[in-house]
């Protein structure tokens, strides 16, 4: 099995001697672990002692302990190092002039899931233009998407629906790693940040999670494994609706239904593209927490068997229109709000476009969807190019 270098395993090795004096701010939360499995802080505050000035946590907190979108973190104090500990999930969602006075440079480090919904990419962006407005340097420590780098999937976010869960014109399954977006936040937005990555070594793109030989270590209380970030860019629509996609169950994401779901009606109805690389096990499930909590749901589980033949947004797009053509009066769009809009659908949100849901509510082909896609997305991967990082 091949073995990742992390930007982290990096940094560690020899590029920290660039920093020396400066003082530092750490973005990054338990998931920001080396291939010994040490944090980001510990490995930088034994190689750099002394001079990290300032923790900053992203949504779920710094150690990942909040689960529910929209529940915020507070500001805290590390002990072991007697410095701040801010969260940039909180009353404001980027750093302020006041934290930013303490540091010199901020170093980034979280693990992205490689869906465009995944707000770690938002706030890696408010932090790029914070420290552009506050002439501080950003380096970015990069990891595996842990998805693949080759494949994308879905419809690429109009601008009228940018938000936290959508902050640039991405596919649903964008194949970046962080460094990547942030090159291409930096230099599309105009943001002019100081900003360096420092890259991995020994990932090329065809390689998923289990490809890397590092281990998994949940980067949100709800994603669990790398399954359930394969599942992710069509599972996270569920968000979207009144079915449980699994919160409050030990697999959510890969887990997911409702009181009223017909699994057989449904398991009929869906093409065969919807099921491609996956078996759909029918399953009874009680979440004990979020939506339908304490009640039994029927629904599925999903097994992927071939990750290179399951493509998860058009999966879930298809079940999706099942459900609503078999369920159309229990089946319901969630209201707002939703990550911090308070108006716009929040399904509109998720997928970025509102044609997406009003083709579903009039039950038009999946296979027809994905068409309408192909193009888009051959010109992103086209565009993409010039800010790629690995062959």
């Known amino acids: 099995m091949n073995k990742v270098a992390t930007g982290l395993d990096v940094f560690k090795a020899d590029y920290f001697t660039k920093l020396k004096g400066q003082r530092l701010g750490l973005l990054s939360n338990q998931a920001s672990l080396n291939s010994r499995l040490e944090s980001a ?23 990942g302990v909040d689960h529910e979108n ?57 932090c790029l233009k914070a420290a552009a407005k506050s002439d501080k340097k950003v380096v970015i420590l990069d990891r595996p998407n842990p998805l693949g780098g080759e494949e994308v999937e879905g419809n690429l976010l109009k601008e009228e629906f940018l938000s936290f869960v959508g902050p640039f014109t991405l596919p649903m399954r964008h194949g970046l790693t962080m460094g990547e977006m942030a090159q291409i936040f930096n230099e599309i937005l105009n943001i ?36 359930t970030a394969q599942v992710y860019p069509g599972q996270v629509i569920w ?32 093409s065969p593209e919807a099921t491609s690389g996956i078996h759909l096990q029918e399953i009874f499930f009680c979440p004990t927490f979020h939506k339908w909590g304490g009640e039994i749901c029927r629904g599925f589980m999903i097994h992927v068997l071939d990750p290179h033949a399951y493509h998860s947004f058009f999966s879930t797009i298809d079940m ?63 565009w993409r190019e010039s800010f790629l990082l690995y062959p």
Request: aromatic share 10%; glycine share 8%.
């Open 41 to 63: 802080k510990e490995t930088i505050s034994h190689v750099l002692p002394g001079q990290l000035k300032a923790l900053f946590g992203p949504q779920h907190g710094y150690w």
């Open 70 to 126: 929209m529940i915020e973190t507070d500001h805290s104090f590390d002990e072991a190092l007697n410095i701040p500990l801010f969260s940039l999930y909180s009353k404001i969602r980027e750093p302020s002039q006041d934290m930013l006075d303490l540091i010199d440079t901020l170093i980034i480090d979280l693990q992205d899931v490689g869906t465009r919904v995944y707000t770690f990419a938002s706030t890696m962006l408010n």
């Open 320 to 382: 999706l229109r099942a459900i609503a053509d078999i369920h159309g009066e229990q089946f319901t769009w969630k209201p707002p709000p939703y990550e911090y809009e308070y108006e716009k659908m929040p399904i509109d949100i998720i997928l970025g476009d509102s044609t997406l849901r009003k083709e579903i509510e009039t039950g038009k082909e999946v296979t027809k969807t994905r068409n309408d896609f192909g193009e888009e997305l051959r010109d992103f991967l086209q």
């Open 192 to 227: 002019g940040a100081d900003l360096e990555i420092v890259p991995m070594k020994g990932w090329i793109r065809g390689m998923f999670w289990r490809d890397t030989g590092l281990k998994w270590m949940m980067p949100s209380p709800n994603m669990p494994l790398p399954e």
């Open 239 to 270: 968000e979207g609706t009144n079915l449980s996609e699994g919160r409050g169950t030990c697999r959510p994401f890969e887990i997911f239904g409702a009181p009223f779901l017909d699994t057989a009606a449904i398991k009929r109805c869906l």
